[in-house]
């Protein structure tokens, strides 16, 4: 029979053991929650190489081949959080959602190019150039990528500012951290995209305006030029001598703002607007573009296929019966409780889409406080169980004390 010095010891291995078993739970649940859990829902997730489709499952100008598409990823509005507004927990909370989301998806993936569509910094309309350099820095913490992919950044209105608020200044120090002007045509494998500053179409002629529109017109004719057959006897085609060259196919636009449409009434899909904000009107140059600046956007580049941002929510639009439109939704949780981005594969002639939906905020926090209420059990039972042992001894040892 055990002494009763042994008693204690046995007691304090035991609660020992219990307490290992417990912090091993809790880091095990904390370690799937802040960084397993975007694996299994990435791997769902494929590049619609064949048998592609767009969105819910619509086959798009016949996928292109596997061999030949190029495969890019496109997100929009992160939203990186400034010194000005934002509680640090929200800021460090997102962040690491991001950065966890798109460090796994581009390591499983593996996308040639990465788009995204603007807005992301939350305050790049205010930041003072020491806050603005600190935005930075996070941005390309968050969204290292290996040389073998591109990334590829558009403008949008929080990054510097709307209409009224946006200046030379902001402007340059954008396009200055992104190493490119913010309207420009990136050609990879023979798929044009033209990448639109949207913030700029205000339609008012102010400085920024007229050099958009000016940029705009010039890469236009040039799309066009390089679409028209060479003349029979050679030489330059008609207008188009001093035209930039490119590959021979209508283009992919890219922009932060949708081309005008009156609501998201007839946009369907779990990433839609919630039902109660469907029919809620946009107001033009806003929430939308206008119409008179979509119409020119679709007579000067004749797009196959146009993403756009900046409503946070997923829609599906046919401009003029002919030109399709797939609105991205927010990569940040912040804005959406499952967020998403596409995988598309381009060729030459055909392109394919297909959504990557990430962890819902809400089953992170659901797997949180089930993991936490069965700890709190199993530490009441242990509690109550070890009561009770406790009691057992006590008893035991008092009826020896009395028999002596």
Known sequence: MPRDSEMPRRRSARWTAASALLAAAVGGVFFFCEYLIYFPAILKCAWPASGGARGGGEAVDGPPAASAALRAMVLSDTHLLGAVGGHWFDKLRREWQMERAFQTAVWLLRPE???????????????????????????????????????????????????????????????????????????????????????????????????????LIKLSRDLNCSLQSPPPSGGAKEGCAGSQSYPPTPPIMLQHYPLYRVSDASCTGQDAA??????????????????????????????????????????EVLHDSKYPEVSVPSFNWRNRNNPSFILASFSSSSYALSKCFLPEESTVISVYCSAGACLLFLLLAHCLWMKGLLQCLSLCLLGKHKSL
């Open 113 to 215: 190019v990465v788009f995204i569509l603007g807005d992301i910094f939350d305050e790049g309309k205010w930041s003072s150039p020491t806050d603005w350099e600190e935005d930075v820095r996070r941005f390309h913490k968050m969204f290292r990528h290996s040389s073998d992919t591109e990334l590829v950044v558009l403008v949008g209105n929080h990054d510097i500012g709307f209409h009224y608020e946006m200046d030379w200044f902001k402007l340059q120090r954008f396009e200055k951290v992104f190493n490119a002007t913010s309207t420009r045509i990136v050609s990879k494998k023979g798929v044009n995209f033209v990448l639109v500053n949207s913030v700029a179409l205000h339609g008012d002629g102010c400085p920024i305006c007229q050099s958009v529109e000016k940029e």
């Open 274 to 315: 919630p039902p109660e904000e469907r029919h809620l009107l946009f107001r033009e140059k806003y929430d939308v573009l206008s119409k008179e600046a979509s119409q020119r956007l679709l007579q000067w580049f004749k797009p196959r296929l146009i993403l756009s941002g900046h409503t946070h929510s997923g829609c």
